[in-house]
């Protein structure tokens, strides 16, 4: 499974906009990009995932690039619940999720 | 709620013993998947089951097992347990709808070992 590269930390105002960025160069055609988030320690929770096409679902945006080497998570109107830490995950079919240090995504009043 | 339920929430034992942690998937999901994060580690993938039986082994130590029974729930098995097994411990479930489906995970055991 390709490998991603995320920031370490964001921070977002509550209320506007949160993207978070992620770096999928060495994707494989058959590889989907997936976004989970972990809130305190909790089971790992679904948002959203892609192959080559943008989507969009009741919590999230998900922007991928037309090369498919990088993919942008929007979350519209961000509130303190979205305080989390956030992964971006490429998976090729049958293989089980990789996950790496994610992004820290902070939002604040 | 994501549907996979786990069991016990909470696991406090001693060093030496040995545990067992539980998964029902969602209902019709065929493959189970184990993941264990500990502090100083990320999520690190465990095992993987797909309508009985063993399909990917990840970092699992030979002190842990796992299976997959009819019924499609699983168990975790941990044995001769180490102050380094305390970890939290997720267990995921994915339906076979389609390549890109994705896994959908519990909400954990918290097991501490002392």
């Known amino acids: 499974d390709a490998k991603t590269t995320q920031p370490t930390s964001m921070d977002c105002a509550e209320g506007r906009a949160a993207n978070l960025p992620c770096n999928h160069s060495t994707i494989s055609g058959n590889e989907y990009v997936y976004w989970y988030r972990q809130i305190h320690s909790q089971g790992p929770q679904y948002i959203i995932h892609g192959l080559k096409n943008n989507e969009t679902n009741e919590m999230a945006s998900l922007i991928i690039t037309e090369d498919r080497k990088s993919s942008t998570l929007i979350l519209p109107h961000a509130t303190l619940r979205d305080t989390a830490v956030y992964y971006c995950i490429v998976r090729g079919y049958g293989n089980k999720l990789v996950f790496g240090a994610g992004t820290i995504l902070r939002v604040k009043s | 709620d994501s549907g996979v339920t786990q069991t016990p929430k909470h696991l406090i034992t001693a060093t030496g013993q040995r545990v067992t942690l539980r998964c029902s998937p969602r209902?019709?999901?065929?493959?189970v998947y184990w993941y264990q994060q500990s502090l100083d580690q990320g999520l690190q993938f465990l095992i993987q089951y797909y309508n009985g039986e063993e399909r990917a082994k990840g970092n699992i130590l030979e002190r842990f097992s796992a299976q997959q029974f009819p019924d499609l729930h699983s168990e975790l098995n941990l044995s001769s347990l180490e102050l380094g097994d305390s970890a939290l411990y997720f267990c995921a479930s994915r339906p076979d709808r389609g390549p890109g489906s994705p896994l959908h995970f519990g909400n954990g055991t918290r097991l501490t070992v002392t």
């Open positions: 209902s019709g999901d065929l493959s």
